[in-house]
C-alpha cells in the first residue's frame, strides 16, 4: 500500500492534532512529531482542548488539511459514533481513539486494543492465564479486548461498584471469556496480571490496595502520568512487579502513525523498529 508520504503534495498540507478535556499533559505530539521527523514526512501535529459539548461543532467545522485526529478522554465513545466505519477494535468496545478522513466522513480505530496487548507483550505477560481489571470505565473495554488478544482465558472485573460492571461483565462473555466480577475491597481469586484503568488521582483507600495486591500477580496500571499510584505502591510495598503506561501510550500512538501514513493499523512503517525507538526516547525525554 503507498504511504501518505509517498504523495508530496498532500504531505505538504496534512495535519494532526490530539482532543481531549484536559489536553494540556498529552505527550502524542511528541511521540507523532519525532515518529514524522525520523520518516521525513512534513506534517504537524497539534493539541487541542475539547469537551463533550463542543466535540460535534469543532468535528464539523475542522479544517480540510487536518487529515486524522487522536482522540483521548472523554471523547473516545463520541468518536466511535463519529465514523462512518470502525475497526473491529472500535466496533467491539464502543470507543475510538482515533479518526482519519475517509471520503467524505471519517472511519474510526481504536488502538488502545492493540497499544496495550502489545505492551503486555512487551513485559512479559502474554498468556497468563487469569487477569483481573481494576475499573468499569471506557479503558477497562479496551482492557478486555487486548487481554483476549494476548491469549488470557479468564477475567475478574474489579469495580467500586460492582453493578457498573455488566456491560464489561457481558463484553468479556461475548469474547468467550470466563468472567467473574467482584467489589475492588473483596476481590475475586488469585491472578497473575491485574491491569488498573482507575485515574491517577482516584482515591483508593490503602487497605484496598493492599488487598488487590495480595492477589494480583503482576500490575499494569494504565496511568503515566502520576506515578506511582496508590496501587503501584501497594505492589512496591509487596516487591512485586508493576509497569506504568508509557508503553501503552507508545504502542496505540505506533499504530495511530501507521494509520495516519497508510490508513491501516496492520501496515507496519517504513523501518519501524528504528520508528519505535524514537518515539520511545522522544516519551522518556520530554
Known amino acids: 500500500?503507498?504511504?501518505?508520504?509517498?504523495?508530496?503534495?498532500?504531505?505538504?498540507?496534512?495535519?494532526?492534532?490530539?482532543?481531549?478535556?484536559?489536553i494540556g499533559h498529552s505527550r502524542s505530539p511528541d511521540l507523532h512529531r519525532a515518529a514524522y521527523a525520523l520518516l521525513g514526512m512534513p506534517w504537524r501535529y497539534d493539541r487541542r482542548r475539547v469537551d463533550e459539548a463542543a466535540f460535534r461543532g469543532e468535528l464539523t467545522a475542522l479544517d480540510p488539511t487536518v487529515h486524522g485526529l487522536s482522540l483521548t478522554m472523554p471523547l473516545k465513545t463520541l468518536a466511535h459514533?463519529?465514523?462512518?466505519r470502525r475497526d473491529a477494535a472500535a466496533r467491539a468496545t464502543g470507543a475510538a481513539n482515533t479518526l482519519v478522513r475517509a471520503g467524505d466522513g471519517w472511519a474510526a480505530f481504536n488502538t488502545d486494543v492493540g497499544g496495550l496487548a502489545r505492551a503486555l507483550t512487551e513485559a512479559g505477560v502474554a498468556g497468563v492465564p487469569r487477569a483481573r481489571v481494576v475499573g468499569a470505565g471506557a479503558t477497562a473495554t479496551s482492557a478486555i479486548a487486548a487481554l483476549r488478544r494476548i491469549g488470557v482465558?479468564?477475567?475478574?472485573?474489579?469495580?467500586?461498584?460492582?453493578?457498573?460492571?455488566?456491560?464489561?461483565?457481558?463484553?468479556?462473555?461475548?469474547?468467550?471469556?470466563?468472567?467473574?466480577?467482584?467489589?475492588?475491597?473483596?476481590?475475586?481469586?488469585?491472578?497473575?496480571?491485574?491491569?488498573?484503568?482507575?485515574?491517577?488521582?482516584?482515591?483508593?483507600?490503602?487497605?484496598v490496595a493492599d488487598g488487590l495486591a495480595a492477589v494480583g500477580g503482576t500490575l499494569y496500571d494504565v496511568v503515566y502520568g502520576t506515578w506511582p499510584t496508590v496501587l503501584a505502591e501497594a505492589w512496591g510495598r509487596r516487591a512485586q512487579e508493576a509497569h506504568p503506561g508509557m508503553t501503552m501510550l507508545l504502542h496505540q500512538a505506533v499504530l495511530q502513525v501507521r494509520i495516519f501514513a497508510s490508513g491501516s493499523p496492520d501496515e507496519p512503517l517504513p523501518g519501524e523498529e528504528s520508528v519505535i525507538a524514537v518515539m520511545r526516547r522522544a516519551l522518556v525525554g520530554g
Open 81 to 84: 459514533d463519529a465514523g462512518a
Open 153 to 207: 482465558g479468564a477475567i475478574d472485573i474489579s469495580a467500586r461498584r460492582p453493578g457498573a460492571a455488566a456491560p464489561l461483565r457481558d463484553l468479556a462473555a461475548a469474547m468467550g471469556l470466563a468472567v467473574t466480577v467482584s467489589p475492588m475491597d473483596r476481590p475475586v481469586g488469585i491472578v497473575d496480571l491485574t491491569i488498573s484503568t482507575l485515574p491517577g488521582d482516584a482515591p483508593v483507600p490503602a487497605d
Open 1 to 22: 500500500m503507498t504511504t501518505a508520504a509517498a504523495d508530496p503534495a498532500a504531505a505538504a498540507t496534512r495535519r494532526f492534532e490530539v482532543w481531549g478535556d484536559p
